[in-house]
Every structure is written in structure tokens, then in C-alpha cells.
């Protein structure tokens, strides 16, 4: 497996730099996944301070050019999941909790972490519906929320339809796949161990 850090070398800071942050990224999203399991919700408290420290430390450490690639990340964190909450379908604290995630480790790295928690949040999805064994009741669901989608395409109606389903949904934690998958990522490419 190639490494993200196989091109610089292990003498060098750089190298032990990355690997920090990895680790504090990773520490931070297993924390916010535990909090979003058990209260179905990732608190300001923590994501607001890991958006915040990333840019003032990017800034400190490389500059105007550091801050700058922090609020690129963020931004890329930001957009990547800010639909899926426009619409209702995601709370505001999975969409921060990205952003941190941007905000640490830049637009490239985010764009991959958030690709393998998608297929994470899936699979955890399909692995709820089949524990629940109501396949149907989800399957009709789904195609509703999808017409949905592409008729209404008001941003605000979705989000308050959204809410008036939002009893009778199963609900996924998405804190929970964002660190899986940021993790994984990380991890498959060096950036842990």
C-alpha cells in the first residue's frame, strides 16, 4: 500500500506533523460519533473549537497560505453535506463536523474521507432496515423522499416535510459514518500508523 507519507521522510517534522493531526481528527470523530450515537446530536462545543483550532493553527504554522487551505477544507466540508441538511435530511452538527474535518486536513483529503463515509452510511443504513426487517416501509419511504426531491425542489418545503416525517423515520447518527470513514481513510493511507 502506497502511503500518503512515504514521500517524506520519518527524520523529517512534517511527517510527525501529519500524523498529529490525523490522530487529533480522529480522536475528536470518534468522540463526536460516540456523542451522535447517544444523543443523536454533534454539539457546537466540540465542532465549533475543532473548525476554529484548525484555522488558527493553519494560520500560525504556513501563514496567509495555511489559513487559506484551512477555510478551503472547511468550505469543501460545508458544501459537501449543507444539501442534505438544506432539504432536512442531516443535522447542522454532521454538516460542522465535516467542516472540522475540512478545516484540518484540506479540500483533497476531505473529498475522499467523506466518499468512503458515504459508503459507510450506506451500508450501515441497509444493515438497519435489514435488523428491522421492514424493507418495504424503507423502500417506500426512500422513493417518496427521491419524488420528492425532484418535484417540490424547494429547499425549505423539503426541510419542512422532512420534519413532519421525522417521528417516523429511522434516524442514522451521521457522526458515526463521518468517523468511520474519515478514520478508514486515514488509515489506508498511512496517515495513522
Known amino acids: 500500500m502506497l502511503s500518503m507519507l512515504d514521500h517524506v521522510s ?18 475528536t470523530l470518534v468522540v463526536a460519533a460516540l456523542i451522535d ?13 475543532m473548525v476554529v483550532s484548525a ?3 493553519s494560520a ?5 497560505a495555511g489559513l487559506v487551505w484551512s477555510l478551503l477544507g472547511t468550505a469543501v466540508g460545508l458544501g ?3 444539501p442534505a441538511y438544506a432539504i432536512g435530511g442531516m443535522g447542522a452538527g454532521d454538516v460542522k463536523l465535516l467542516a472540522g474535518v475540512g478545516a484540518w486536513v484540506g ?3 476531505t473529498l475522499w474521507a467523506f466518499v468512503v463515509s458515504v459508503f459507510v452510511g450506506a451500508a450501515i443504513a441497509l444493515g438497519m432496515v435489514i435488523y428491522r426487517r421492514r424493507w418495504r416501509h424503507h423502500q417506500s419511504q426512500f ?9 417540490v425542489r424547494d429547499p425549505s418545503q423539503l426541510a419542512a416535510m422532512a420534519a413532519e416525517r421525522k417521528s417516523s423515520m429511522m434516524l442514522l447518527p451521521y457522526g458515526i459514518p463521518i468517523a468511520i470513514g474519515s478514520i478508514a481513510y486515514f488509515t489506508w ?5
Open 10 to 27: 520519518a527524520a523529517r517534522p512534517e511527517y510527525w506533523i501529519i500524523m498529529a493531526v490525523c490522530w487529533l481528527v480522529s480522536i
Open 60 to 64: 500560525i504554522c504556513f501563514g496567509w
Open 55 to 57: 484555522w488558527i493553527t
Open 37 to 49: 450515537g447517544y444523543k443523536l446530536k454533534v454539539p457546537n462545543r466540540l465542532t465549533f473549537p
Open 143 to 151: 422513493l417518496g423522499i427521491l419524488s420528492e426531491i425532484l418535484i
Open 189 to 193: 493511507w498511512g496517515m495513522l500508523i
Open 80 to 82: 459537501l453535506l449543507l
Open 107 to 109: 479540500v483533497t483529503n
